[in-house]
């Protein structure tokens, strides 16, 4: 009985979000904050509704196919041409700005706590890294910012996930070798397969998928309403083939988006009609998860240094490299430190850290969920609340 009330709650949610979901975007509310808030107040009865081993396994199902969808419908929308009017500023965040915050945020973490050693730093930098446009919306999707602000806020959202991945996949290697859960022997090898080979499938699945689909399209053979289904099928392609050849599905799903994007001629609106349908679904039950399931045991294991940790990561790991990045670009200070402060934390690093924890084994692994259940949980807030007085401020 519990369980069916707990469900039609949700679903309940599900409905009122979707009818209001104009007027709540005009409030400082974001889907974020209402469905990790539902997802702490149902904890308790979604845990008993099932075995802890079922739970579990739901929990990585849903991480794999949320982020599967994510990469490949954010990498389709870097658009090349566009980039090249707008290459400037992302381009430097991505290669100067990214990397500093990688290397910043593992010496804040190794600082804090040095005895889980430098490749679980490493680990939590690169989980916490990837940016999630989503939490702060407003800013992306107001007429008040800039377009340059909104395009480079958007570009560096959409493609940092997929950069973030092979730091956030060497990091995991390395702890897991270091607690002799990995062979060492050959683990430079394993990981340069997954690096390589997740992208050459990418590369195959999402070009050739590109021209069939055109080649389908100029011939009036394909009804509009089946590219949702092509887009599913592709992400999932690429994923699966990389796996089958010993390369990171991950990388390939993003990989494949960005080709499919780039290589398909005719408007791809469907990926788009389908995330915000559809695929929004997954993206409230990820952050209804998050709210059920990883924030309860991340404030139970929660401790001075998590909290430390993230709060550095939201403002001077994350601040203080995109200042650095954007010097000589000729914004004003104010421009630099709003980019800087919008780079929210979000399903990436959430789906980061479940997937991560169930193929390894780390020291300490219940410290890093709770540095991310943190960062995560006040991103979700604070960056909800500031996002649209930010980015009218912004605009005036």
Excluded at 22 to 32: F, S
Excluded at 252 to 265: I, L, P
């Amino acid at each position: 009985m519990h369980t069916h009330l707990s469900v039609l709650v949700i679903l309940a949610a599900f409905i009122v979000y979707s009818l209001l979901s104009k007027a709540i975007g005009r409030t400082v509310l974001t889907l974020p904050m209402l469905f990790v808030t539902l997802g702490y107040l149902l904890s308790f009865p979604l845990q008993q509704a099932a075995s802890p081993e079922l739970i579990h396994d739901a929990k990585i199902l849903l991480g794999e196919i949320t982020l599967v969808l994510v990469l490949f419908s954010d990498a389709s929308h870097v658009n090349f041409s566009r980039l090249r009017q707008h290459w400037k500023l992302p381009t430097r965040m991505l290669l100067i700005g990214m990397p500093l915050s990688i290397a910043l945020g593992t010496a804040v973490a190794y600082w804090l706590n040095p005895a889980s050693g430098l490749a679980m730093a490493l680990l939590t930098a690169a989980v916490l890294t990837p940016t999630d446009a989503a939490l702060g919306q407003a800013v992306v999707s107001s007429p008040e910012v800039p377009d340059r602000l909104r395009q480079t806020v958007n570009v560096e959202s959409g493609i940092n996930d997929g950069l973030a991945l092979p730091f956030v996949l060497l990091g995991a290697i390395f702890a897991a070798a270091g607690m002799g859960q990995a062979e060492t022997d050959g683990l430079i090898a394993a990981t340069l397969y997954q690096i390589t080979l997740g992208p050459i499938a990418g590369i195959i699945v999402g070009w050739s998928v590109a021209r069939i689909m055109e080649w389908s399209q100029n011939r009036d053979l394909m009804s509009e309403s089946a590219g949702g289904v092509v887009f599913l099928s592709t992400a999932f392609a690429a994923y699966l083939l990389a796996e089958a050849i010993g390369g990171n599905g991950f990388i390939a799903a993003f990989v494949a988006g960005m080709v499919f994007g780039n290589s398909y001629r005719h408007d791809i609106h469907f990926i788009s009609e389908f995330m915000e349908g559809a695929g929004q679904i997954l993206t409230m039950s990820a952050f209804l998860v998050f709210g059920a399931f990883l924030l309860p045991e991340g404030i139970a294991h929660m401790s001075t240094q998590a909290v430390i940790l993230g709060i550095l990561f939201l403002t001077l790991v994350r601040m203080f490299p995109i200042y650095i990045s954007l010097l000589g670009t000729g914004l004003a200070t104010r421009e630099k430190l709003f980019l800087g402060w919008f780079g929210p934390r979000g399903i990436a690093s959430i789906l980061f850290t479940l997937l991560m924890m169930d193929r390894f084994d780390f020291p300490n692994e219940q410290e890093l969920l709770a540095c991310v259940s943190m960062t995560v949980g006040l991103s979700v807030l604070l960056h909800g609340i500031s996002a649209t007085p930010l980015a009218n401020r912004i605009g005036k």
